[in-house]
């Protein structure tokens, strides 16, 4: 059993449609040709579905594509083909699949050549349109049954055809009206299907070389007549008449005819399944081929109705390889237009890589060719175990392609020419297999581990080895939001037959960029099919801080956004008609995959004595088959990381080679993980100085920033030569200090406390800082009182902070080419030191003038403010992030607009927000600039919705 089943829940609905309520759904078989079993969901997996693939004609190729040439019918290339994986046919019909058509005229051009199976689907759509048009027309009653019959049964089969591609043959829809008119009147079959089930399930698929080495044990097939009423209501019921009176003999045979199948060769059904054994002896067919046939059943009285059911056999022999070198050649090869050639080999026992080499040996002639490679596992898309590639040869030329197999399993290899690459070509290709197995097949390495044993190995041959690790992408993993997740009811118009009503799940997740990148979600959880998921969708929308709508995808493609620096929200929109189901996943984590750059390469050691001691590193060898070599490979540490707000739910996603050939390097062997933990926290100098980081500041203040000075009345700088006792008691008195000063801005009246304090500690600027952080809080909450309250912020600054930091002593340091200490500090803490200082002069000149320009104007001092911007250019750029918002309450406090307008154009550049739109509108007002005014209005209601956009 593979992915593409007909019991999912997408393609139950579907076949519901179609035989509950009477619904002709003719849908798309594929664009995944050449190869076999590569039909898509669900016009090829859906029994009552009617899949079309897609043919070309001589008259299209001269009309639509100006080839100079024309060729016999034939269907396109890259078409798709059965069977699927329980043996159904997968292709009902085919129908021409290119057209020159209308386009939408964003296009910008009146028509466009489109091809593709989307395009034969419409075209059997509108036959089919026509068809019921002339029963309607005609009064002659029809069901889905009786319409899918006749296709199927009048359907032109050109030479040189085989079923996979075709299905029952080219749509001829004349043929069909007459059909139904012929039997209108007389058949029990209008209203009635034959469900035929067996083996895996709608047919028989034997693929692998264990399945046919022997003759198959017995295999049941049962049929199942299902009946419709002629009445053409939406939701049909059974016929109990019909029923009753229902009953036929029946003919089976097999078209092709196969000798390997054995069968009954009558059957009596009524209106109860039936069921019979078969059996499949396959020891005798051709290797390296596939072989195809249908058990038909056929009316023993009217003959002339066709096959009433079909019931396909599919058995893949494989062939074997050449056990010297494990490769397999095919000699002179013949390709004409569109020919195809398919070769299908059992992969030896611990193959992983194979190298397909084609050569065109034509003189003169180069040829566009398609290369198809497929292994087919359980429970798997066809698309995870597949390699494609279409190339010009040109001639006396070679290609050349790596690619991975699946040891043990039948891969088919599909060369084909291209359907309209002219002329015959001679040519020679083979396919030659390595081995590369490592122990454990999926590595998953941690930061806390410190290494990893890789146990390498070879099967078949002589191999060279040097890993080699190519990391890929950078996740991080994403939860959503407990208090943003909610389950709603859509609209009306989401309505399941019978009207079952369908629910949203909305998750919401908040990631932060530290830098510009690229960025890929992923969800993990849901596979990469949409009509074989049991959720019917699973989409994603990206906005940033504002609501601006960024991008969107969903679960199956890889959809990347370029980010830049800065907030974002993801919304995941999930949809189904049971609630319980969604309840289920409202935890539902996400990935978001940012491209790998700059991560250091991983180190291989040849002992595990050489890792530790970081000597005899692995570079490369030689090793025999059944040898295995042990690898050694050490892991990352945090601090490699790119920069993150943090590592918990981090992890490096890539893959790892073994080969030292450079063709087989290009082929990912395993996949490698790697995991990270939160680093270490590093230690504190002293226990004191933890604390007061810890209280003095506890919550960030927008004001200055929360660094403490030891800079006390009490402090004493040969503390060393206190005893154990006193230095205790000095630690608890300034953990008591840090305390009581992390309650000021947590207090409403916190006057008292503040007042004994300042009496204890005049020149500790923390507690200086915890005052003005409460006065802003009191600003930001209550307007009464404003300027009263700017001016003892002001007073604060000037009177307790500034007159504390020796500012000469700052720009002395500074002023040094090479700085020296005078008082015996190191180095490195004078640097810290005066950092600090440095920044305190910064911040505080800031803040002073900030709350000298929001004073009323007729109080401004603009001598004052002259004064503190020439201060702030002797220490930091003016033009610096953190001083902008100074400078612009600067230059409109001197009526400099210009100045001040182009600050905001800046700030606006690097991240746009509401606050500063607003701040550039209320300039735009004051100039009183009215088309400026107009137009910037209308700019913030696209830049900053109110609400997000929605996705259905």
Same mark, same amino acid.
């Given at each position: 059993?593979?992915?593409?089943?007909?019991?999912?829940?997408?393609?139950?609905?579907?076949?519901?449609?179609?035989?509950?309520?009477?619904?002709?759904?003719?849908?798309?078989?594929?664009?995944?040709?050449?190869?076999?079993?590569?039909?898509?969901?669900?016009?090829?997996?859906?029994?009552?579905?009617?899949?079309?693939?897609?043919?070309?004609?001589?008259?299209?190729?001269?009309?639509?594509?100006?080839?100079?040439?024309?060729?016999?019918?034939?269907?396109?290339?890259?078409?798709?083909?059965?069977?699927?994986?329980?043996?159904?046919?997968?292709?009902?019909?085919?129908?021409?699949?290119?057209?020159?058509?209308?386009?939408?005229?964003?296009?910008?051009?009146?028509?466009?050549?489109?091809?593709?199976?989307?395009m034969a689907s419409p075209n059997a759509a509108g036959c089919i349109a026509l068809l019921l048009s002339a029963l309607k027309a005609e009064n002659i009653p029809y069901t889905p049954a009786l319409i899918r019959r006749a296709l199927m049964n009048t359907a032109c089969k050109p030479n040189d055809s085989d079923e996979f591609s075709i299905g029952a043959g080219l749509l001829q829809i004349h043929k069909a009206y007459d059909y139904i008119v012929t039997i209108s009147s007389e058949s029990p079959y209008n209203n009635v299907l034959f469900d035929c089930t067996g083996g895996a399930g709608r047919g028989i698929y034997l693929r692998e070389k264990e399945e046919t080495i022997t003759m198959t044990p017995d295999i049941r097939i049962t049929i199942r007549p299902k009946f419709f009423?002629?009445?053409?209501?939406?939701?049909?019921?059974?016929?109990?008449?019909?029923?009753?009176?229902?009953?036929?003999?029946?003919?089976?045979?097999?078209?092709p005819q196969a000798t390997w199948v054995h069968h009954a060769k009558y059957l009596d059904v009524s209106n109860i399944e039936r069921t019979m054994d078969i059996r499949l002896d396959p020891t005798q067919l051709t290797e390296g081929q596939a072989h195809y046939t249908e058990l038909q059943g056929y009316d023993i009285e009217k003959l002339q109705l066709g096959p009433l059911f079909r019931f396909p056999i599919t058995v893949v022999k494989p062939m074997s390889v050449r056990q010297k070198d494990y490769a397999v050649e095919f000699n002179q090869q013949s390709f004409k237009v569109g020919q195809i050639r398919r070769h299908f080999i059992h992969v030896p026992q611990g193959a992983n890589i194979a190298i397909f080499k084609f050569i065109n040996h034509s003189q003169d002639i180069s040829a566009v060719m398609n290369f198809h490679f497929i292994s087919l596992e359980p429970k798997k898309s066809f698309r995870l175990n597949e390699y494609e590639k279409m190339v010009r040869v040109n001639a006396q030329s070679t290609y050349e392609c790596v690619f991975k197999v699946q040891e043990s399993r039948t891969l088919e290899a599909c060369v084909a020419r291209w359907w309209s690459s002219l002329s015959t070509i001679d040519s020679t290709y083979s396919l030659k297999f390595h081995s590369f197995n490592v122990s454990p097949s999926t590595i998953?390495?941690?930061?806390?581990?410190?290494?990893?044993?890789?146990?390498?190995?070879?099967?078949?041959?002589?191999?060279?080895?040097?890993?080699?690790?190519?990391?890929?992408? /950078?996740? %991080?993993? @994403?939860?959503?939001?407990?208090?943003?997740? !909610?389950?709603?009811?859509? $609209?009306?118009?989401?309505?399941?037959?019978?009207?079952?009503?369908?629910?949203?799940?909305?998750?919401?997740?908040?990631?932060?960029?530290?830098?510009?990148?690229?960025?890929?979600?992923?969800?993990?959880?849901?596979?990469?099919?949409?009509?074989?998921?049991?959720?019917?969708?699973?989409?994603?929308?990206?906005?940033?801080?504002?609501?601006?709508?960024?991008?969107?995808?969903?679960?199956?493609?890889?959809?990347?956004?370029?980010?830049?620096?800065?907030?974002?929200?993801?919304?995941?929109?999930?949809?189904?008609?049971?609630?319980?189901?969604?309840?289920?996943?409202?935890?539902?984590?996400?990935?978001?995959?940012?491209?790998?750059?700059?991560?250091?390469?991983?180190? /291989?050691? %040849?002992? @595990?004595?050489?890792?530790?001691?970081?000597? !005899?590193?692995?570079?490369? $060898?030689?090793?025999?088959?059944?040898?295995?070599?042990?690898?050694f490979v050490t892991t990352l540490t945090e601090d490699k990381l790119p920069k993150v707000s943090s590592t918990t739910g981090v992890f490096l996603k890539g893959t790892i080679s073994f080969s030292k050939d450079e063709r087989i390097k290009k082929a990912d062997i395993c996949s490698i993980y790697h995991y990270f933990n939160e680093p270490a926290s590093s230690s504190s100098t002293s226990s004191g100085s933890s604390n007061a980081k810890k209280s003095s500041n506890p919550k960030k203040t927008s004001v200055l920033p929360s660094i403490s000075t030891t800079t006390t009345t009490t402090a004493t700088t040969d503390g060393s030569n206190d005893s154990p006792s006193t230095s205790k008691d000095q630690l608890f008195q300034e953990a008591l200090r840090d305390f009581k000063i992390s309650w000021i801005s947590k207090l409403d009246d916190s006057g008292k406390l503040y007042d004994e304090l300042q009496q204890e500690h005049t020149h500790h600027i923390p507690l200086y800082l915890a005052r003005i952080q409460q006065l802003e809080a009191q600003l930001k909450t209550q307007q009464q009182n404003k300027e009263e309250k700017l001016n003892q912020i002001i007073s604060i600054v000037q009177d307790k902070i500034l007159p504390v930091i020796d500012e000469n002593e700052v720009l002395k340091y500074y002023g040094q080419k090479t700085p020296t200490s005078s008082n015996g500090k190191d180095l490195s803490q004078l640097k810290i030191d005066m950092e600090k200082r440095r920044n305190w002069l910064i911040d505080s000149n800031i803040l002073l003038g900030n709350c000298l320009c929001d004073l009323p104007s007729s109080t401004q001092d603009m001598k004052q403010l002259n004064s503190i911007y020439k201060q702030l250019q002797k220490h930091i750029d003016i033009n610096d992030t953190k001083v902008l918002n100074f400078v612009y309450k600067y230059h409109l406090a001197n009526k400099n607009y210009g100045k001040a307008m182009k600050i905001l154009f800046k700030q606006l550049e690097e991240k746009s927000t509401n606050e500063l739109d607003t701040k550039l509108l209320q300039l735009y007002q004051m100039l009183d600039i009215q088309y400026l005014v107009q137009y910037q209005e209308r700019l913030m209601l696209s830049k900053y919705p109110t609400t997000y956009s929605p996705i259905f």
């Open positions: 059993m593979y992915v593409n089943d007909n019991d999912r829940r997408l393609q139950e609905l579907f076949n519901e449609v179609v035989e509950k309520h009477g619904i002709l759904f003719v849908s798309s078989a594929g664009n995944n040709g050449p190869a076999l079993s590569t039909v898509g969901a669900p016009g090829s997996t859906c029994t009552s579905l009617i899949g079309v693939g897609g043919y070309v004609t001589p008259e299209m190729q001269l009309a639509e594509f100006a080839l100079r040439e024309t060729t016999p019918v034939s269907p396109f290339t890259w078409t798709s083909r059965g069977p699927c994986s329980d043996g159904w046919m997968g292709v009902c019909i085919s129908a021409p699949g290119a057209a020159i058509t209308s386009v939408p005229q964003f296009n910008l051009c009146q028509r466009q050549l489109m091809n593709g199976t989307s009423t002629k009445q053409k209501c939406s939701a049909m019921q059974l016929n109990q008449e019909c029923k009753i009176r229902f009953g036929c003999h029946l003919s089976l045979q097999c078209e998953h390495l941690s930061s806390t581990q410190g290494y990893e044993r890789l146990d390498v190995q070879t099967r078949l041959q002589l191999e060279d080895i040097q890993p080699t690790v190519t990391w890929k992408y /950078f996740v %991080q993993s @994403l939860r959503p939001t407990a208090s943003d997740t !909610k389950i709603q009811c859509l $609209s009306h118009r989401d309505l399941l037959p019978g009207g079952k009503q369908i629910y949203e799940l909305l998750l919401t997740y908040n990631f932060n960029l530290t830098k510009a990148s690229e960025i890929q979600p992923k969800c993990p959880y849901f596979h990469e099919l949409l009509y074989d998921s049991e959720y019917e969708a699973a989409l994603w929308m990206c906005f940033d801080s504002n609501k601006q709508y960024l991008g969107a995808g969903d679960v199956i493609k890889d959809y990347t956004l370029k980010l830049e620096k800065g907030d974002y929200i993801i919304r995941m929109h999930i949809r189904h008609d049971k609630v319980d189901l969604l309840e289920k996943v409202k935890d539902l984590s996400i990935h978001l995959q940012h491209k790998a750059n700059g991560i250091p390469a991983l180190e /291989f050691y %040849q002992t @595990l004595d050489g890792l530790h001691t970081q000597k !005899k590193k692995f570079t490369s $060898s030689k090793i025999h088959p059944g040898v295995i070599c042990p690898i």
